[in-house]
């Protein structure tokens, strides 16, 4: 086990100073250090995240993608093969919000249909790409490298409108994920069956034809996404009076024991019967359940 970090470098726009794990300012601005949190040892260098915690100490957990200096007193082995070097990873990032939300919107669509209808679907959209016959839609995945810069909806208007064509995300059933999966970003769709959560992570079950699939919420989750805390009890309300609950979720997948798990880095990324984890605890507010 590493030592966990109390405090951290923030550097940024030539400002330099020393933080604490325990610093309100760090609690109420997440956001403002997001980034720019880096380890207090000289020359390491390596990127820290703010974790903060309710019920024990708040602290500060290295970037998953920096390792420490070899003579760091923060650094640590990593786990061999949790996450293994992708570049997809790195693409999963940079795929537009606007896309990811059109994608999750998609999934839950389809997960209402019959097979009938889904294989209409798919019958209409192949004629269609058939009269299309646009060259430039198939291949070149060299030109995926042009759009992994694009952030926002806006650029991708733009690349749209150049003629690019944004990384793809592909869609899985809980049934359906195979190794080739492993290491890349899928979005994953199954049955709610059962829902664990502490105050720093959540892991939900899904289900689809007696395959199961554990969706992870893990620290780096909860880092980027701190308004969540706290809200993972409203999910299992939800299940418990309701049936067959559908959940969409956006994450890298690996494979660490039989099952296949789906990491979710923020919560834009998932979606409960279509709504956002916000969006349900809000419902529950205003007593509309
Ligand atoms: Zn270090």
């Given at each position: 086990?590493?030592i966990?970090i109390t405090?951290a470098?923030y550097?940024?726009?030539?400002?330099?100073?020393?933080?604490?794990?325990?610093?309100?300012?760090?609690?109420e601005?997440?956001?403002t250090y997001?980034?720019?949190?880096?380890?207090?040892?000289?020359n390491?260098?390596?990127?820290?995240?703010y974790?903060?915690?309710?019920a024990?100490?708040s602290?500060?957990?290295?970037?998953?993608?920096d390792?420490?200096?070899?003579?760091?007193?923060?650094?640590f082995?990593?786990?061999e093969?949790?996450l293994?070097?992708?570049?997809?990873?790195t693409?999963?990032?940079?795929i537009?919000?606007?896309?990811k939300?059109?994608?999750?919107n998609?999934?839950?669509?389809?997960?209402?249909m019959?097979?009938?209808?889904?294989e209409?679907?798919?019958?209409?959209?192949?004629?269609?790409?058939?009269?299309?016959?646009?060259?430039?839609?198939?291949?070149?995945?060299n030109?995926?490298?042009v759009?992994?810069?694009?952030?926002?909806?806006i650029?991708?208007?733009?690349?749209?409108?150049?003629?690019?064509r944004?990384?793809?995300?592909?869609k899985?059933n809980?049934n359906?994920?195979t190794?080739?999966?492993?290491?890349?970003p899928r979005l994953v769709?199954g049955?709610i069956k059962?829902?664990e959560?502490?105050e720093?992570?959540?892991?939900?079950t899904i289900?689809?034809?007696?395959?199961?699939?554990?969706?992870?919420?893990?620290?780096?989750?909860f880092?980027?996404?701190?308004e969540?805390?706290?809200?993972?009890?409203?999910?299992?309300?939800?299940m418990?009076k309701n049936e067959?609950v559908?959940l969409?979720a956006i994450?890298?997948?690996?494979?660490?024991k039989?099952n296949y798990?789906?990491?979710?880095y923020?919560g834009?990324?998932?979606?409960i019967?279509?709504?956002?984890?916000?969006?349900?605890?809000?419902?529950?507010?205003?007593k509309?359940?």
């Amino acid at each position: 086990m590493a030592i966990s970090i109390t405090s951290a470098i923030y550097k940024h726009e030539g400002k330099i100073k020393e933080i604490q794990s325990n610093n309100k300012d760090l609690q109420e601005n997440t956001l403002t250090y997001k980034g720019h949190l880096f380890c207090t040892t000289p020359n390491c260098n390596a990127r820290l995240v703010y974790v903060h915690r309710t019920a024990k100490a708040s602290y500060f957990r290295t970037w998953q993608k920096d390792d420490h200096l070899h003579n760091c007193i923060f650094m640590f082995e990593r786990v061999e093969n949790r996450l293994g070097k992708n570049t997809e990873n790195t693409l999963n990032v940079e795929i537009s919000r606007s896309r990811k939300k059109e994608a999750l919107n998609d999934a839950y669509r389809k997960s209402q249909m019959t097979e009938q209808d889904l294989e209409e679907e798919r019958k209409r959209n192949r004629d269609r790409k058939k009269s299309k016959k646009n060259p430039k839609s198939k291949g070149k995945e060299n030109s995926t490298a042009v759009n992994m810069v694009m952030k926002d909806g806006i650029q991708e208007e733009e690349a749209k409108t150049r003629g690019h064509r944004g990384p793809h995300l592909l869609k899985r059933n809980a049934n359906a994920l195979t190794e080739k999966d492993i290491g890349k970003p899928r979005l994953v769709i199954g049955f709610i069956k059962d829902i664990e959560y502490t105050e720093a992570t959540a892991t939900i079950t899904i289900e689809k034809n007696n395959s199961t699939v554990y969706v992870k919420f893990e620290e780096v989750f909860f880092a980027n996404s701190p308004e969540h805390l706290g809200l993972f009890h409203f999910i299992e309300k939800y299940m418990k009076k309701n049936e067959n609950v559908i959940l969409t979720a956006i994450g890298d997948v690996r494979k660490p024991k039989d099952n296949y798990e789906v990491v979710v880095y923020d919560g834009e990324e998932f979606r409960i019967e279509n709504m956002t984890l916000i969006t349900l605890a809000a419902r529950y507010a205003r007593k509309d359940f």
